[in-house]
């Protein structure tokens, strides 16, 4: 029969405490008289509380530690993480190309530059040192003797790990010391019969046509944040034999911070060459990463898992790029099928990088060949850029000065900075949704004195034409568009209520603006009079269930500012982008008309 006297809710320490003396003062217990808290079993029950609550506490954590989703600690993580066979990121090198002239004073005609060659650079006070990752082989130009050196420079600097294989040691483990290194960068060399026979072992990725007799390697994460090189068995790969050195060549980096540096000075002379010219960098360091953080771990070693480093459907693609490339914050895939018009046999991505630029076409080109060997045959991956959707935010509210004395430029700056903060948290990455209500929601409780909000939200893109020329294109907004906002004439009264609007440009000497007619058909009408507009020149069609601007012969001779702006009215006050669509709403796009009142 169940004792009803034993109580096990409170796991605290003055719960358990409590129950122990409960159950020990029962009716049936010799205890039943005893005055607990004037006696020596006072410290009895404290003792036994005591215990009781440590072993909870290490039960509950041993608990937690044992399944990915709520293990707290890193070694834990990384563990569960190797029986999905996944690999946590490790940190990563920044990189950047280099371009400079050397001069020989020789007549040399031939130049190693070897690996390991190192270039100095500042950033922000620090000093950093990149080097080459592998030798290059350059030929001096045939009318100048100059060479004219391109290379690719990795930051950080080589260590060297050595062991000795010692078949008779169970679980002999061979761990790289240094946590900050680079796994991209590693090279393993068995050295063999005292010299006499060297082999390159290289990183598998499977056991997919693995021998007795390949020469490969397996990586795996370790503890402390260290990664451990892994043997074959002699069946699925090459085991070193007994008395083998075992030398691991790495790269240890500094992550992201040498991330925008541009000037660099070569350490020393190359090949006893010291005439070379200054050093310019193609573009700023970028790739520098730190190692796959705890919550990345868990959220990419499931979808790994699940796709086993094969691109089949549109998510592969993006957890496969986000796993391997650290500088890319978002990734959105879409099949050749979904575009407009159609493209079959080929496979979309669009990334989003830290740059903020999206990617250089070095990078396009890495990503392509990267997925190429991970995607099917008849499937070819291009990578395109991030469509950007912009949106001004205009808010209007007022709030109760009876309840507060702030000012309001003070409200104004709080609401801005809870958009901005919108933006940031809900809007970050693609195939996101502006939910309205929720912005609206959030804008309240900025303070306690705002009354009402009234938020405007207009999305807009980037219109960069050719100027005197018949400018074709197309935009995709990728949403619904409002049509039914007036009655349609070729001569309008202007009321701002156009499906598609756009910011002044000059047509034919006059200043005009790009709108709809609200029956699918673009042109351009002049704003010289603020009553009436007038359209001068049809130049295109709208279609508004799909969001779809098609713009055909738009000869202007100017527009203001960096690019003419494109407005559009969705349907739905809430905004959904997808595809390749980011959406952004900037600081400098933030209007916020702040009223005080009295309630």
């Given amino acids: 029969m169940a004792n009803n006297s034993i109580n096990l809710v409170g796991l605290d320490f003055e719960s358990i405490k409590s129950n122990l003396k409960s159950y020990l003062q029962r009716s049936e217990s010799p205890f039943k008289d005893v005055d607990f808290e004037g006696s020596n079993i006072s410290n009895l029950v404290d003792v036994l509380a005591y215990n009781t609550y440590l072993n909870n506490y290490y039960l509950n954590v041993v608990a937690s530690e044992m399944f990915l989703d709520s293990a707290q600690l890193r070694d834990s993580v990384v563990s569960h993480a190797k029986s999905l066979n996944y690999v946590p990121r490790s940190y990563r090198?920044?990189?950047?190309?280099?371009?400079?002239?050397?001069?020989?004073?020789?007549?040399?005609?031939?130049?190693?530059?070897?690996?390991?060659?190192?270039?100095?650079?500042?950033?922000?006070?620090?000093?950093?040192?990149?080097?080459?990752?592998?030798?290059?082989?350059?030929?001096?130009?045939?009318?100048?003797?100059?060479?004219?050196?391109?290379?690719?420079?990795?930051?950080?600097?080589?260590?060297?790990?050595?062991?000795?294989?010692?078949?008779?040691?169970?679980?002999?483990?061979?761990?790289?010391?240094?946590?900050?290194?680079?796994?991209?960068?590693?090279?393993?060399?068995?050295?063999?019969?005292?010299?006499?026979?060297?082999?390159?072992?290289?990183?598998?990725?499977?056991?997919?046509?693995?021998?007795?007799?390949?020469?490969?390697?397996?990586?795996?994460?370790?503890?402390?944040?260290?990664?451990?090189?892994?043997?074959?068995?002699?069946?699925?790969?090459?085991?070193?034999?007994?008395?083998?050195?075992?030398?691991?060549?790495?790269?240890?980096?500094?992550?992201?911070?040498?991330?925008?540096?541009?000037?660099?000075?070569?350490?020393?002379?190359?090949?006893?060459?010291?005439?070379?010219?200054?050093?310019?960098?193609?573009?700023?360091?970028?790739?520098?990463?730190?190692?796959?953080?705890?919550?990345?771990?868990?959220?990419?070693?499931?979808?790994?898992?699940?796709?086993?480093?094969?691109?089949?459907?549109?998510?592969?693609?993006?957890?496969?790029?986000?796993?391997?490339?650290?500088?890319?914050?978002?990734?959105?895939?879409?099949?050749?099928?979904?575009?407009?018009?159609?493209?079959?046999?080929?496979?979309?991505?669009?990334?989003?990088?830290?740059?903020?630029?999206?990617?250089?076409?070095?990078?396009k080109t890495t990503y392509k060949d990267f997925l190429k060997t991970r995607s099917s045959i008849s499937i070819d991956p291009v990578i395109v850029d991030p469509d950007y959707l912009y949106i001004d935010c205009n808010v209007n509210t007022e709030y109760n000065i009876n309840v507060t004395s702030i000012k309001s430029s003070d409200i104004e700056a709080l609401i801005k900075s809870s958009v901005s903060s919108f933006n940031t948290t809900y809007l970050n990455g693609f195939k996101k949704t502006v939910n309205y209500s929720s912005l609206v929601v959030q804008l309240s409780g900025v303070h306690p004195s705002i009354s009402t909000i009234d938020l405007s939200l207009s999305p807009w893109k980037r219109l960069l034409p050719t100027l005197n020329t018949d400018y074709s294109t197309v935009i995709d907004f990728g949403f619904a568009l409002s049509n039914h906002l007036y009655i349609s004439y070729d001569d309008f009264i202007r009321a701002n209520i156009q499906a598609v609007y756009s910011t002044a440009f000059t047509y034919n000497g006059v200043t005009c603006t790009l709108q709809d007619d609200n029956d699918g058909n673009l042109g351009i009408y002049t704003v010289e009079g603020f009553e009436e507009n007038t359209l001068l020149a049809k130049i295109g069609t709208v279609d508004y269930v799909k969001g779809i601007l098609n713009i055909s012969k738009f000869n202007i001779s100017s527009f203001r500012n960096a690019f003419i702006k494109i407005y559009v009215v969705p349907i739905s006050k809430s905004i959904t982008t997808t595809k390749n669509s980011l959406v952004d709403i900037r600081d400098s796009d933030i209007t916020v008309t702040a009223t005080a009142i009295r309630v």
């Fill in 93 to 363: 090198s920044a990189h950047a190309t280099l371009n400079f002239n050397i001069t020989p004073d020789d007549g040399l005609q031939a130049l190693i530059i070897p690996k390991g060659t190192s270039f100095t650079t500042k950033l922000n006070s620090n000093t950093y040192s990149f080097v080459t990752n592998e030798n290059s082989s350059h030929v001096a130009n045939n009318d100048t003797g100059i060479f004219n050196i391109n290379l690719e420079v990795y930051e950080g600097s080589y260590f060297i790990d050595t062991y000795v294989f010692d078949s008779s040691i169970e679980g002999q483990r061979f761990i790289i010391s240094n946590p900050s290194v680079d796994t991209s960068s590693i090279t393993v060399d068995v050295i063999e019969n005292s010299g006499a026979n060297l082999y390159n072992y290289t990183l598998a990725t499977s056991l997919l046509g693995l021998t007795e007799n390949s020469n490969k390697y397996f990586l795996q994460g370790a503890e402390n944040n260290q990664y451990e090189i892994v043997f074959g068995d002699n069946v699925s790969g090459r085991k070193p034999k007994s008395g083998a050195v075992i030398a691991i060549q790495y790269r240890v980096c500094s992550g992201s911070l040498p991330n925008g540096a541009r000037l660099f000075d070569i350490d020393g002379p190359v090949q006893g060459q010291a005439n070379v010219s200054s050093i310019t960098a193609s573009s700023p360091a970028y790739g520098g990463a730190e190692s796959e953080s705890l919550s990345a771990i868990k959220f990419n070693a499931v979808r790994y898992y699940q796709n086993q480093e094969r691109a089949v459907t549109a998510a592969d693609y993006e957890t496969i790029l986000m796993s391997n490339f650290p500088e890319i914050d978002a990734a959105s895939a879409f099949g050749g099928e979904e575009a407009d018009p159609p493209v079959y046999g080929k496979v979309f991505i669009a990334v989003d990088t830290n740059s903020g630029q999206g990617a250089t076409e070095f990078q």
